[in-house]
């Protein structure tokens, strides 16, 4: 079947009459899915507590040292990047369903690694292998959501997939103040254990199954996450599965979301997010934080509580607008960092990263400290900014902007983007400050900020209210 079928278009699913549908267990599902991401979240934010204490560690075969802590930290993109791919290829053969059940094993293999690590080799393992599952899980748990739920509520289960990562973060960096390395990592089984025992209790998105031509299965799926199936339309058969080949890129309906998919999973990054999260700690140390550490809960309770607003209205709001309102506030927040930056710059020969966040020295303490102030607001803006929008979106309309022919491997590129380009963006990031400085970087990612709003308003269709098979239908002309 070609995406010019018209039975690609047809709604798959749908109350007649615009019913609303009788039960809320989809809520329930949309949860266990996420749990998914909120281990990936614990995973991503385990490595800021862990290094320290790893740093510190009594066993000489245990203790990092600055490379062994930066491959620590970096190595889960890698994993990730690979997750992305290996999640493509099982969503579509394995099922989304399957999928997440199977992420759940280096998730919790990978901790138990790390908790049973003897050396620095297990340790990167270990890492390695949540960064796998991470990669998974950041693909099927949105194609999950996106699929069970009914357009009503779409974006506020869809936002809940951003908002699970950013609260596993934050439980990371709290659980990381009372609890040594190896404990965290015991602690990091629990989500991907709960979310086992709960998915095996939730059904298959009917809309996969359809595609696998198994009604009933897709009936009795309907009647768990909806209400009763005589409230739903019999849904038609044409929508079976027939994989991706690389000649259907020359249709709209594939090549203009694919676009608009990889599109924002790269402004995503080269938004400086994982920049601006990097240097945090140090300007919270320069604003006079007692405990520094307390920087890193700051940023996180600012991620959970933005991305829950984002939640709340992403429903009324819509896509187009959050992304927008959230570009222009990091355009305006990533400037002032870097001002900060080119204020507080000492000589023209400086190039180190210590020195450059070293005041001038001929500027009185207190200038320097409120400086330091303005750095901290232009971060905790840039933070609120990014998580009512460019954090959860691109991930809600990755989920939403495909046809289920190809939405195996369209999302798996957009995850293999995404992880790519933080990895590049991580390692690449101190090489493009010794070239323009700390402040010309952040005023280059400014300006892809600005692209990125650009791109929004000249590119980004509004999905707000669409059934999937609407969005598909858009794409096509139709």
Request: aromatic share 12%; net charge neutral.
């Amino acid at each position: 079947m070609t995406p010019e079928d018209p039975e690609e278009t047809q709604p798959l699913l749908g109350p007649p009459g615009g019913s609303a549908p009788l039960s809320r267990r989809v809520f329930l599902a949309a949860f266990a899915a996420a749990l998914g991401p909120l281990s990936f979240g614990f995973a991503l934010g385990y490595s800021s507590p862990a290094i320290p204490s790893l740093r510190r560690a009594a066993s000489p075969a245990l203790r990092l040292d600055d490379a062994a802590a930066s491959w620590f930290g970096a190595i889960v993109t890698l994993g990730a990047a690979a997750g992305g791919v290996l999640g493509g290829w099982l969503v579509d053969r394995a099922g989304r369903k399957l999928s997440l059940l199977l992420c759940t094993v280096p998730f919790v293999v990978g901790f138990a690694v790390i908790t049973a690590a003897q050396n620095v080799w297990m340790l990167l393992g270990g890492r390695l292998l949540t960064g796998l599952a991470c990669g998974i899980a950041s693909l099927v748990a949105p194609v999950y959501i996106s699929e069970i739920s009914y357009p009503a509520v779409r974006g506020l289960l869809g936002s809940c997939v951003q908002l699970m990562v950013v609260t596993g973060i934050l439980l990371a960096y709290l659980a990381g103040w009372v609890l040594e390395w190896r404990w965290l990592a015991v602690l990091g089984c629990v989500p991907a254990s709960f979310m086992l025992l709960l998915m095996c209790y939730m059904p298959e998105t009917p809309r996969f199954l359809l595609t696998r031509q198994r009604h009933q299965e897709a009936m009795a799926a309907m009647h768990f996450l909806w209400g009763s199936e005589q409230v739903w339309e019999e849904a038609p058969a044409g929508a079976e599965h027939q994989g991706f080949h690389l000649a259907q890129l020359t249709h709209p309906g594939i090549y203009k979301p694919f676009i608009i998919g990889v599109s924002l999973m790269a402004f995503q990054q080269l938004s400086g997010i994982n920049a601006v999260m990097f240097y945090a700690q140090t300007i919270f140390e320069k604003a006079k934080f007692k405990d520094s550490s307390l920087a890193s809960v700051i940023v996180g309770i600012i991620q959970v509580l933005f991305t829950a607003l984002a939640a709340l209205i992403m429903d009324r709001a819509g896509r187009r607008l959050l992304l927008t309102l959230s570009g222009v506030v990091m355009v305006f927040s990533t400037s002032a960092f870097g001002a900060y930056f080119r204020l507080t710059q000492g000589g023209p020969g400086n190039s180190s990263h210590v020195e450059l966040l070293s005041p001038l020295s001929m500027e009185p303490a207190s200038a320097s400290v409120g400086l330091a102030w303005l750095a901290v607001g232009s971060v905790c803006l840039f933070i609120a900014g990014f998580a009512v929008g460019w954090g959860p979106i691109p991930w809600l309309l990755m989920s939403e902007i495909f046809p289920l022919h190809v939405k195996g491997v369209a999302t798996g590129v957009c995850v293999l983007t995404n992880w790519f380009m933080a990895f590049l963006v991580t390692k690449e990031f101190s090489s493009v400050m010794e070239v323009l400085r700390p402040y010309g970087a952040f005023w280059l990612a400014s300006a892809f900020c600005i692209l990125s709003v650009l791109f929004t308003l000249s590119c980004v269709p509004e999905t707000k209210g669409k059934t999937l098979e609407e969005i598909t239908a858009y794409f096509e002309g139709r």
